[in-house]
Structures are given as structure tokens and as C-alpha cells.
């Protein structure tokens, strides 16, 4: 189901109940984590921005991480997924980070990853990064899997560190 509110309705009250707020970095998605996130009522309690980084320009300037801060490290790639988290989470002063970096389709991209690749991290009281590959060239549903899959991981986090805290 793509329905925006129903895929935030987790994190969102989760991070409504710890009273913790989130900032988003995502870049294949199209900023459909974002939308999610934004479709609850309330939103403002959390969500403290982002933005869609989909060209170095965007990294360079949004992120303001510099080329040589990205030397060796692949955008489409779980280094640059935590990294871009971690600034993410750094510049807007927010609990969690949350990133996605891939290749939505219907082809690859430059870097040799097939369409369906994503890259998915979680900076915060916990840090997770994981890749998804859907082996589907169909972009908008691609859109939608990285969206889903980013909230379910935003989602595993916060339930780890709230058990961790009791």
C-alpha cells in the first residue's frame, strides 16, 4: 500500500512518545521519506526538515560536505548513506538522521549499481545501515520500497533505543 500516513505511523509515534525529532538526507526516494513522515498530524513535533540530494551540487551545498569529505566513498554506497545521516542529523541539531542514497531506475547509475539499489542509514542513539536491492527497473515502485524500507529501519532504531533506555 502507498499510503504516506500509514508507512510514517510508526516512527512517527515513536518518536512522538520519546519526544526526539528526525531530520531527513535522501536522494533516490524523491523525497517521499519526507512526505511520509509529513502527512501525520502533528509532524512539527518531530520533523525538523530536509532535503533530496540528488546531485553533488545539492551534497556540496545542502550537506555542505565537500568533495574531498567524500574522497573514496561512492554516493550510492553505505559509507556515504551514514555519512550523509550523520550530517544530516548535525546541521539541523535533530536526534536521529536518516539517509537514503541509490538508484531508483529504470536503469543503473553511474557508478555500476542496478536500478532497485538503495542504501538506507540511521544516525542517532543507535546507527544502522543497510542496502535493499529489488532487482526491479520500475522507478516510482522502487521510490516507494526505499521509502518503506527507510521507515521500518527509522522504526528498528527507535524501538532499540528505548528498550535500551528501560
Partial sequence: MNNLAVLAAAPAALLVQARQTVAVSESSAGG?????????????AYYQGGGVIYTQGARRT?????????K????????FA???ARTIRERLGTTWGLSE????????NRYGDAAGHACIAVSGPVER???IETRSADRE???WAFTRAALDLLSECLREAAAAQR
Fill in 32 to 44: 517521499l521519506i519526507s512526505a511520509a513522515l509529513l502527512a501525520i498530524p502533528g509532524a512539527s
Fill in 62 to 70: 545542502l550537506l555542505a560536505i565537500p568533495d574531498e569529505g567524500v
Fill in 72 to 79: 573514496g566513498i561512492r554516493s550510492a554506497s553505505e559509507p
Fill in 82 to 84: 551514514l555519512l550523509a
Fill in 101 to 108: 542514497t541509490g538508484a531508483s531506475g529504470p536503469t543503473g
Fill in 129 to 131: 545501515v543497510i542496502t
Fill in 141 to 143: 515502485a522502487n521510490m
